[in-house]
């Protein structure tokens, strides 16, 4: 079968457009708030996140589920968080520890954290994949950088779980051969295993 890259690629933005723009209007904050919560208790609970040693979130932006509670819950259990820095290649991105949550200052701290050890992507076992919007069948649309895409792949050990709002769950989305999928989805409403 042949893929009409530039359509899918036209495709991936104008549903990113549309789902960026039903996130904004989607709930109040303090629904939010009480999402947020519910989202970090279920997520302590995933057996896969129970078991891992070594865990990558992310530094949430305006239109992600916040995740600092997660992150600081994370090292009180003893786990080494990780959060994504840029890598030396261009495109690319690598792993980096994140130090003591209560000995940083308050978020944001951007997109890219740049400091502490880091580790190689093949030694995570647990990472919170951010994105625009999921399918049903574990496909992910990112924002279109392929920074997740390149980097999945080399942590072949880990567990690949979505945060998302019900909002951004599609019945499909147009994939092309790099994108990776995820193997869970966590919404405000289910836990979906693909």
Known sequence: MVIDIESVQETKKNIREAVLS??????????????QKSLIDKILHIS??????????YASQDNEVPLYEFM????????????PGRGKKERSMEAFRLPK?????????????EEGKKISPAELDFIIVPG??????????????GYYDRFLPRAKNAYFLAVA?????KDTLPTEPHDVKVHAILTE????EV
Not at 101 to 113: A, D, K, R, V, Y
Not at 132 to 145: E, I, K, N
């Open 22 to 35: 039903d996130r904004l209007k989607f709930m109040t904050a303090s629904e939010g708030q009480a999402a």
């Open 48 to 57: 896969e996140f129970r078991m891992a040693q070594n865990v990558m979130a």
């Open 72 to 83: 600081a819950a994370a090292q009180k259990s003893g786990k080494a968080v990780y959060l």
């Open 101 to 113: 949550i209560s000995e940083m200052p308050p978020p944001p701290w951007g997109l890219w954290w």
């Open 132 to 145: 625009v919007a999921f399918s049903l069948q574990g496909d992910r649309l990112g924002t279109g950088g």
């Open 165 to 169: 709002l019900e909002c951004q769950l």
């Open 189 to 192: 409403k289910r836990f979906i």
